[in-house]
């Protein structure tokens, strides 16, 4: 979840519930104004009943300003009680509705005989304007959180810009290309963050350089020796008077000796794939490219009698790619293809829209498909080979962003290389 | 058949005198950059052997001043580095090989050959060797008058074998010299053995004696007795 969303998220369940409680205790506070309000009323009203009660019971009056209904019965004798408050539904014959009237029932004594009162007010204004004033602050809280939704935004894209300007950078950040440059903040944590990060990233790049010169310079400074030992054990193979042991220690000095220089290629090779030093960009066309290939390895496959099946679905399909290394992922495969391949065993090759696949026959892996990828893994059966063809081809895809996967289904090992887009066919 | 060789590894650039001397060429020693530019002129080579990394100067600028001087110079490059674009500029430049350390001194001998023949020969060159004989522009081979239908790397295969005539040859820089630097390896060695069946029984068929002995252990040996 964003830092924006989960803010915002934050206030608002906050500020829901703060008003939420804020708004029944307003109610009640503004509800129970209002009774004391009405009952204070109905006992000035009391009083001035109390005044002119004669001319009630005379008939002369039957009702008083403010007052919505008044009724008197003579009481029983002998009966007191306080004066009471109450709520009580009444039909009000005006609106033809029921409504509730607040009361006051007191005792009124005149002439020696006691009388019960009872006064009646209506709530209905009272509950009326409760109703607006809560109305009115909904209204207003919704507007209060509304600015202060907007409020937060804004704060937010101010006063973290420059985190979110420097995140941008990170994830730019290559330890190949230039060292990170951030912006200048303003904020003590922010300015803190960005020193850590161009340590960081200043000791990444440092490193990164150095490892690269090192293996560059190991790789090529071994090359040297290694074609010493090579050619002066070639050399020494040449003399005459050499017996068929001797020879044999030597040729297996000459071995070992071509077995490490090639390694040392391999490893660089892998190396330069990695600090991206193919630079080339050619638009190939894949079905060229595989055919190329195959040519190449035509009496491979027809020695050990494999039968090549090539499905082109899309005969437009391009890859934009370097030259080289676009020949070095192939290669790869269809060695990979030929060499674990069973004899008369088949090779399916598929040029599909933003895809193509390599299968071969074969038995299935003896170790983890996820190790398939890795360097030095390999079948220890065969001789000659590293493990190293199938991580180069892994390294050429990440470089160029195509999504290698492989499977095995009814004794068929399936590469699939899906393409980006932006070579698909045109 | 002189040949320049412009290396500052001595012990390299002895190995390479020795090996080149035993198939008859006669060898121009340059230790430096300077010194190669010296022994440029000395004679007519037909092929100069430069290394691109020299410690007084680029081995390529040696090639382009070569490539103006002595045009039907073969020239092949000896490197350590393996960089596809340093390969395209010295081909550019008008070399004819590209070779990277370390290689086979038998790989060197075919190259060399090769090399010359393409810069030297005027017309259809013929290499013979016993009753075989081969043409190299049209990829044919007789036995006598026997013509021998020969793939494309037996063809190859038998050139090497042709270069490194009474030569002890490994089954590695075969396969090395088959395939490339990251064709060989892989399973290649069986190919080898293959081809080189395949390619033993053609000639025999063809009427030739066995002239590929197999040197016990070791590799392949091509020659007469």
């Known amino acids: 979840m964003k830092l924006l969303t989960k803010t915002t998220l934050y206030i608002a369940t906050l500020s829901m519930f703060l008003f939420f409680i804020m708004g029944i205790i307003f109610f009640q506070v503004l509800k129970n104004m209002s009774l004391s309000e009405l009952n204070r009323e109905l006992t000035r009203i009391q009083k001035v009943v109390d005044d002119v009660f004669p001319h009630f019971l005379g008939g002369q009056l039957s009702g008083l300003p403010g007052l919505d209904s008044i009724s008197i019965q003579p009481a029983s004798p002998g009966l007191v009680f306080e004066d009471q408050f109450g709520d009580t539904l009444m039909f009000d014959t005006r609106t033809h509705q029921f409504r509730t009237f607040r009361y006051l029932h007191f005792l009124a004594d005149h002439g020696g005989s006691s009388y019960t009162v009872k006064l009646y007010k209506s709530t209905t204004p009272a509950d009326k304007l409760v109703e607006q004033v809560t109305l009115l602050m909904t209204v207003m809280v919704i507007l209060f959180l509304a600015g202060i939704f907007f409020l937060n935004r804004f704060i937010f894209a101010n006063l973290w810009k420059d985190f979110f300007d420097t995140l941008d950078k990170l994830k730019q950040f290559d330890t190949v290309k230039e060292p990170l440059e951030l912006g200048e903040p303003d904020v003590e944590e922010f300015i803190e963050l960005k020193k850590v990060l161009e340590r960081m990233t200043m000791r990444l790049s440092s490193d990164y350089k150095e490892l690269q010169e090192y293996t560059d310079h190991t790789t090529h400074e071994l090359q040297t020796p290694l074609a010493v030992i090579k050619t002066k054990t070639e050399l020494l193979m040449q003399s005459s008077n050499l017996g068929p042991e001797e020879m044999q220690l030597i040729q297996s000095i000459n071995s070992s000796a071509n077995h490490l220089s090639r390694l040392n290629t391999t490893l660089a090779l892998i190396t330069r794939i990695e600090n991206q030093q193919f630079i080339g960009r050619n638009k190939i066309y894949l079905v060229d490219l595989l055919d190329d290939q195959l040519e190449k390895f035509q009496e491979l496959i027809d020695l050990r009698e494999i039968t090549v099946v090539r499905t082109y679905s899309d005969r437009k399909q391009t890859i934009t790619m370097d030259q080289g290394l676009a020949d070095i992922m192939i290669t790869n495969l269809l060695k990979n293809a030929i060499v674990h391949n069973r004899d008369a065993g088949k090779i399916f090759l598929e040029i599909k829209n933003g895809s193509f696949g390599i299968s071969n026959e074969g038995s299935p892996l003896y170790f983890g498909e996820k190790e398939l990828f890795k360097r030095f893994v390999r079948d220890k059966k065969k001789t000659g080979n590293f493990g190293l063809g199938l991580s180069i081809v892994k390294k050429i895809c990440d470089n160029y962003g195509f999504k290698i996967s492989y499977n095995y289904k009814n004794q068929l090992h399936t590469f699939t290389i899906l393409l980006p887009d932006n070579s698909s066919s045109f | ?225």
């Open chain 2, 1 to 225: 058949m002189q040949i320049l060789i412009v290396e500052d590894e001595i012990p390299l650039m002895e190995s390479m005198v020795s090996y080149l001397k035993m198939e008859g060429f006669k060898c121009e020693e340059a230790t430096s950059y300077h010194a190669g530019l010296c022994s440029l002129d000395k004679y007519d080579y037909i092929c100069m052997l430069i290394d691109l990394n020299l410690p007084d100067g680029d081995g390529l600028n040696l090639v382009k001043i070569a490539k103006q001087n002595q045009s039907n110079s073969g020239i092949i490059i000896i490197s350590a580095r393996n960089a596809l674009e340093e390969r395209v500029k010295g081909l550019e430049l008008g070399a004819d090989d590209y070779l990277v350390k370390p290689f086979h001194l038998s790989e060197l001998v075919a190259r060399v050959h090769s090399v010359a023949r393409r810069t030297r020969s005027h017309g259809e060159e013929i290499l013979t060797f016993g009753m075989i004989r081969v043409m190299p522009e049209e990829r044919t081979c007789f036995v006598e008058d026997k013509q021998v239908d020969l793939t494309r790397k037996e063809h190859d295969l038998l050139l090497y074998l042709m270069s490194n005539r009474n030569r002890v040859i490994t089954k590695e820089s075969i396969a090395d010299y088959l395939w490339g630097e990251y064709g060989g390896g892989y399973g290649s060695y069986d190919f080898v053995y293959t081809h080189l069946k395949n390619l033993r029984r053609k000639l025999v068929d063809a009427g030739s004696p066995d002239y590929i002995k197999n040197v016990y252990g070791v590799g392949y040996k091509f020659s007469l007795e």
